[in-house]
């Protein structure tokens, strides 16, 4: 049985996907706009553990990931550096894959873009005023949370505190700000804007997830993750707004996680305690033991990041390279024993059973390093046999397609796709098309190439592994 949060509910409840068999994500992705910081990472990291388990455990799973290309931060971001919404974003999308392979963290099914979602967006805004859910202003338009009874419901909010018919145009604002919110932004003089029926502007933050995920997953469907900052205003918004749309439920069991903290402190830039991945690995981190450490904790637990949390974390995952690296280079005498055969059973069993109770990672740690703890004693001993390394060699490494921590195979020649892909975009930047030229990259980096620019010409590699021409 498998057992989650569901904050909607506020209970811990059987997860029965609507598809026997088939399960439809849907997180929150980055708003590219800056370098992201080590808590982003803490949510993508707990969703791809959710994800990976949930595979694991025999069921397919069709993810989709949003891309936050044009809202508040965005905008103001390229004004300030005087580039196009386009130039400004695409450095940080880039980014954002990049770090999402040295994690480790599984790709998604799809990355859909605000920006290339336009007329979704705009048909789901005229779908809200048509059915009298949303209203224009001077403009722009919003939407009337007095029309939808169940507004608050996911955050706790208590109705008496809504605010109909005062409106917040903020993208992002305060638990205390419960007014009518923008669904579409009358275009402003040096801002990005699309001419659409709705007249020129761009979308609200809150309504891009509403239409990307009712494209991708449809009207109702199994998960939706993300931090706990999201579940007010964010959320709650595409709660109110999908299902007044649509009249059916919108998602069936949300699950949110907790914030990171650093040495006991809100990561700040003004208290020196903020990192991005790249500052930790100019400092000669591993990201996958960052990775380590980002799981470790229960997602529904304040993780707090310090020097000996990570020390720990390192030491952990170091424990588990050893153990791989016994098993692949001693020689073991002939045979297999039942006693690993039945202690192989059990760990499995502990570990899918542990994560099957909400994703409890300590139970299923302590599973796996009591098994790793009991065959070293029989490595030591000279009791281990070969089938019994193989065994546990088979194990570990079925267990890791949840954790994801261990050291990657080298990467074998790319597929004829990706080769051409390749091309396509050495041309491109040949004819000085770079538009062109980074989106192709970018396509790369979503299917796990890193390509490197050098005088020999470009070369390519699967993140974590070492360059090929």
Not at 79 to 93: F, H, I, P, V
Not at 330 to 343: D, H, I, K, N, Y
């Amino acid at each position: 049985m498998i057992r989650f949060h569901n904050t909607l509910s506020g209970h811990t409840e059987e997860f029965r996907p609507l598809t026997p068999g088939r399960v439809k994500l849907y997180t929150c992705g980055p708003t590219v706009y800056d370098f992201p910081h080590i808590g982003n990472y803490r949510a993508y990291v707990f969703e791809d553990l959710l994800k990976r388990f949930l595979m694991m455990s025999g069921l397919r799973v069709l993810h989709v990931m949003n891309i936050t290309d044009v809202d508040d931060k965005t905008i103001r971001g390229a004004k300030a550096r005087g580039l196009s919404l386009g130039e400004y974003t695409q450095e940080y999308t880039l980014s954002f894959f990049e770090d999402v392979r040295a994690l480790n963290i599984l790709p998604a099914d799809h990355y859909p873009r605000a920006t290339d979602h336009i007329p979704e967006i705009v048909r789901l805004v005229r779908g809200l005023l048509d059915k009298g859910f949303a209203y224009e202003k001077d403009g722009s338009v919003y939407f009337s949370i007095a029309k939808f009874p169940a507004y608050g419901h996911l955050s706790k909010i208590d109705q008496a505190g809504l605010s109909p018919g005062q409106r917040v145009e903020a993208d992002e604002y305060e638990k205390e700000s419960i007014h009518d919110f923008a669904l579409w932004k009358k275009a402003k003089e040096g801002e990005p804007s699309w001419d659409t029926e709705l007249g020129a502007g761009r979308p609200g933050w809150h309504i891009e997830c509403s239409a990307m995920s009712l494209k991708y997953l449809g009207s109702t469907f199994d998960l939706h993750c993300g931090g706990v900052d999201n579940i007010f205003p964010h959320h709650e918004n595409e709660i109110a707004q999908s299902e007044s749309y649509t009249g059916a439920s919108f998602v069936r069991c949300w699950l949110h996680c907790h914030h990171l903290i650093v040495d006991g402190q809100k990561m700040s830039k003004s208290k020196g305690n903020f990192f991005t991945l790249r500052d930790l690995q100019s400092q000669g981190l591993d990201p996958l033991d960052l990775r380590f450490l980002l799981l470790s904790t229960h997602y529904r637990k304040t993780l707090n990041y310090t020097a000996e949390s990570l020390a720990q974390a390192k030491a952990a995952r170091q424990r588990l390279r050893d153990f791989l690296y016994e098993l692949d280079h001693r020689r073991f005498p002939q045979g297999e024993t039942e006693e690993v055969v039945a202690l192989a059973r059990e760990t499995r069993a502990k570990f899918l059973e542990g994560l099957g109770e909400d994703l409890n990672i300590s139970a299923a740690l302590t599973a796996l390093f009591e098994f790793v703890r009991k065959v070293n004693v029989r490595v030591a001993s000279g009791a281990l046999t070969s089938g019994d390394a193989h065994l546990a060699r088979s194990l570990l490494l079925e267990l890791d397609s949840g954790l994801g921590v261990l050291p990657r195979p080298a990467e074998e020649g790319l597929p004829d796709g990706l080769k051409q892909k390749i091309e396509e975009r050495e041309k491109a930047r040949r004819e000085k098309n770079f538009a062109l030229a980074d989106k192709l990259r970018a396509e790369l980096l979503e299917a796990g190439i890193l390509l490197e620019d050098s005088k020999e010409g470009v070369r390519w590699k699967v993140q974590g592994g070492a360059p090929r021409k």
